[in-house]
């Protein structure tokens, strides 16, 4: 259920003449000509919100207005209200006017109060075509045959659309024959030509509706939550480096935030901002009790599916499964196996493996890879010969370098986890693309003990960043992620310096958000969540993410004979 509380009944004088809509906690909108015996000496003018049952009215006045002439056709009938004080209710969400029609007609509700109706009633119309009339008004036509007419009462309602709830316009006049059903509309951005604050409330129209529902809807919990936080420092966190620093005064409070990314910033850049501002809310949502259990380290039980280069000929894969449960490795099987047949080979020896599980336990599949395969998708592969689920849809699942597997590399990781352990999350470095920062330098810092994940902007493949990926191995980074598509502008090349058009910083971007939020240790469960998600929405973010997650602890076999006594002397 979309929530209609901001829908308001105006009153002159104890009678109803028309609807209005709340768009800050002690502004209302309607039209001039509903309140054009309420201003100056006349009979005082009243507010009811009919959608909060037993909220009395509020007085209010008018303190703006478009400069409507008292005709009909006349241009700027729009009146602003001011409350006598704010009210608790969320104001209405407003949208861009190119959000009410689309290739096909968009669905718009009328919330207005008619003669016999002071509860309110309801009127389904559309938008009969993106043209302006004389620069001022949207034509209305109904939904459907024998619908509400926009009869009196209907003045001022604003029209929203029905399946996000965001208001589009507002109702200025019906047709004025009884049996014809349309009627006109003032849209968002022509109100704002006439009261310049409403401005800073119609977001850009860069921003996709999913995306701004999904921000009010965080900040909305919030805000009933009482969840305390600085604004300033959220914004400034979320903001890219082309993104407007926050205003001199800062912000009220986390609405006003949201609104000002929203509806002052544009651009594709833009539509990063929000989701990582987004992401932020999301994060000052989990609940406090949660953070020590996040601190430790899930109680994994992997399957460890070993690849290599065979060395008869590409077309043919060293390929070994074990599994680790209870403090042991279980070998499964290991073959040489033909490419073709590698994905089948792989499927049935990962169900194999699970017997050896101890019922109920964190399983996680880990692939190790020759260096030269760690691009391989092998989260997209099919989880069963007759479920193409992909694996990294079903099961958290990351890839490891085969060649980290050294007694010594093992050690130096093992302690690198046991410091991240005690962090509720760890800071991304950002490898961006052109390969601008020097590899050395990126050693020395992925060896600091506050260094966390290496994220990189293009593939492992890229000449230009291919040294910062292999000094990310050999520092070693205990995480490294990437994007398989690349950054999508020359591949990283010179050419590409981390503009705002490039894929790869949109990445980073999205990815620095999601993991500031999230413990080192259970990034392989939230990353199977976010592939799940990335599955079902085309274009997706993370579709194409890859997780290189080596922590040693897991994988120990604490059964295994001293490496002096591997074999038996009488073998």
């Given at each position: 259920?979309?929530?209609?509380?901001?829908?308001?009944?105006?009153?002159?004088?104890?009678?109803?003449?028309?609807?209005?809509?709340?768009?800050?906690?002690?502004?209302?909108?309607?039209?001039?000509?509903?309140?054009?015996?309420?201003?100056?000496?006349?009979?005082?003018?009243t507010v009811t919100f009919t959608e909060r049952?037993?909220?009395?009215?509020?007085?209010?006045?008018?303190?703006?207005?478009?400069?409507?002439?008292?005709?009909?056709?006349?241009?700027?009938?729009?009146?602003?209200?001011?409350?006598?004080?704010?009210?608790?209710?969320?104001?209405?969400?407003?949208?861009?006017?190119?959000?009410?029609?689309?290739?096909?007609?968009?669905?718009?509700?009328?919330?207005?109060?008619?003669?016999?109706?002071?509860?309110?009633?309801?009127?389904?119309?559309?938008?009969?075509?993106?043209?302006?009339?004389?620069?001022?008004?949207?034509?209305?036509?109904?939904?459907?045959?024998?619908?509400?007419?926009?009869?009196?009462?209907?003045?001022?309602?604003?029209?929203?659309?029905?399946?996000?709830?965001?208001?589009?316009?507002?109702?200025?006049?019906?047709?004025?024959?009884?049996?014809?059903?349309?009627?006109?509309?003032?849209?968002?951005?022509?109100?704002?030509?006439?009261?310049?604050?409403?401005?800073?409330?119609?977001?850009?129209?860069?921003?996709?509706?999913?995306?701004?529902?999904?921000?009010?809807?965080?900040?909305?919990?919030?805000?009933?939550?009482?969840?305390?936080?600085?604004?300033?420092?959220?914004?400034?966190?979320?903001?890219?480096?082309?993104?407007?620093?926050?205003?001199?005064?800062?912000?009220?409070?986390?609405?006003?935030?949201?609104?000002?990314?929203?509806?002052?910033?544009?651009?594709?850049?833009a539509v990063a901002t929000v989701n990582r501002?987004?992401?932020?809310?999301?994060?000052?949502?989990?609940?406090?009790?949660?953070?020590?259990?996040?601190?430790?380290?899930?109680?994994?039980?992997?399957?460890?599916?070993?690849?290599?280069?065979?060395?008869?000929?590409?077309?043919?894969?060293?390929?070994?499964?074990?599994?680790?449960?209870?403090?042991?490795?279980?070998?499964?099987?290991?073959?040489?196996?033909?490419?073709?047949?590698?994905?089948?080979?792989?499927?049935?020896?990962?169900?194999?493996?699970?017997?050896?599980?101890?019922?109920?336990?964190?399983?996680?599949?880990?692939?190790?890879?020759?260096?030269?395969?760690?691009?391989?998708?092998?989260?997209?592969?099919?989880?069963?010969?007759?479920?193409?689920?992909?694996?990294?849809?079903?099961?958290?699942?990351?890839?490891?370098?085969?060649?980290?597997?050294?007694?010594?590399?093992?050690?130096?990781?093992?302690?690198?986890?046991?410091?991240?352990?005690?962090?509720?999350?760890?800071?991304?470095?950002?490898?961006?693309?052109?390969?601008?920062?020097?590899?050395?330098?990126?050693?020395?810092?992925?060896?600091?003990?506050?260094?966390?994940?290496?994220?990189?902007?293009?593939?492992?493949?890229?000449?230009?960043?291919?040294?910062?990926?292999?000094?990310?191995?050999?520092?070693?980074?205990?995480?490294?992620?990437?994007?398989?598509?690349?950054?999508?502008?020359?591949?990283?090349?010179?050419?590409?310096?981390?503009?705002?058009?490039?894929?790869?910083?949109?990445?980073?971007?999205?990815?620095?958000?999601?993991?500031?939020?999230?413990?080192?240790?259970?990034?392989?469960?939230?990353?199977?969540?976010?592939?799940?998600?990335?599955?079902?929405?085309?274009?997706?973010?993370?579709?194409?993410?890859?997780?290189?997650?080596?922590?040693?602890?897991?994988f120990t076999d604490a059964h295994a004979a001293?490496?002096?006594?591997?074999?038996?002397?009488?073998?």
């Open positions: 259920m979309i929530s209609a509380e901001w829908h308001a009944r105006i009153a002159c004088a104890g009678r109803v003449t028309g609807a209005g809509f709340l768009v800050t906690p002690d502004k209302v909108l309607t039209c001039a000509h509903v309140v054009q015996d309420g201003g100056g000496t006349a009979p005082p003018l049952p037993g909220f009395p009215p509020v007085a209010a006045r008018v303190v703006a207005h478009g400069g409507w002439g008292g005709g009909p056709v006349d241009a700027g009938d729009l009146a602003v209200l001011e409350l006598e004080r704010p009210v608790p209710i969320a104001p209405a969400a407003l949208a861009p006017a190119d959000a009410a029609y689309g290739p096909a007609p968009r669905k718009l509700v009328v919330y207005g109060f008619p003669a016999g109706f002071d509860e309110g009633t309801l009127a389904e119309y559309r938008v009969t075509a993106p043209q302006l009339i004389s620069q001022e008004w949207l034509q209305l036509e109904a939904w459907q045959p024998g619908g509400q007419p926009l009869a009196p009462g209907f003045s001022g309602a604003a029209v929203r659309l029905v399946d996000t709830g965001e208001v589009v316009g507002m109702v200025t006049a019906a047709a004025s024959a009884r049996d014809v059903r349309n009627g006109r509309m003032m849209p968002t951005h022509v109100m704002a030509r006439y009261w310049p604050d409403l401005r800073s409330l119609v977001p850009a129209p860069d921003h996709r509706a999913a995306d701004r529902a999904r921000l009010r809807e965080l900040v909305e919990r919030a805000a009933r939550a009482g969840v305390e936080c600085s604004p300033v420092g959220l914004y400034t966190a979320a903001a890219g480096p082309f993104d407007p620093p926050p205003p001199p005064e800062g912000f009220d409070s986390l609405w006003s935030a949201a609104l000002f990314v929203l509806c002052e910033l544009d651009g594709p850049g501002f987004a992401d932020l809310v999301a994060g000052l949502l989990r609940p406090p009790a949660a953070e020590p259990a996040a601190a430790a380290a899930p109680d994994w039980s992997p399957i460890l599916v070993e690849l290599a280069h065979s060395g008869a000929g590409d077309g043919l894969v060293r390929a070994e499964v074990s599994a680790f449960s209870g403090g042991r490795r279980h070998p499964v099987d290991s073959d040489t196996v033909p490419l073709g047949r590698l994905r089948a080979w792989v499927q049935e020896r990962i169900e194999t493996a699970f017997r050896y599980l101890t019922p109920g336990a964190d399983e996680l599949i880990a692939f190790s890879l020759p260096r030269d395969w760690l691009d391989w998708p092998v989260d997209r592969w099919a989880s069963a010969p007759d479920d193409d689920t992909p694996l990294g849809c079903l099961y958290p699942l990351v890839v490891t370098d085969h060649a980290r597997r050294k007694a010594s590399t093992r050690h130096v990781l093992t302690r690198a986890w046991k410091r991240l352990d005690s962090r509720p999350s760890a800071p991304l470095h950002r490898v961006e693309c052109g390969g601008l920062e020097d590899p050395g330098r990126l050693r020395r810092r992925l060896r600091q003990a506050d260094a966390g994940l290496a994220g990189f902007a293009t593939a492992p493949a890229a000449a230009l960043t291919r040294p910062h990926f292999d000094t990310s191995l050999t520092a070693p980074a205990p995480v490294m992620v990437w994007s398989r598509a690349g950054c999508g502008a020359g591949d990283g090349g010179a050419d590409c310096t981390g503009a705002e058009r490039c894929a790869g910083k949109a990445f980073l971007d999205r990815l620095d958000a999601w993991a500031r939020v999230v413990p080192p240790a259970e990034l392989p469960r939230h990353l199977l969540e976010l592939r799940e998600e990335a599955d079902t929405e085309e274009g997706h973010w993370a579709r194409d993410i890859q997780l290189l997650w080596d922590d040693p602890r897991p001293a490496p002096g006594h591997a074999r038996s002397p009488v073998a």
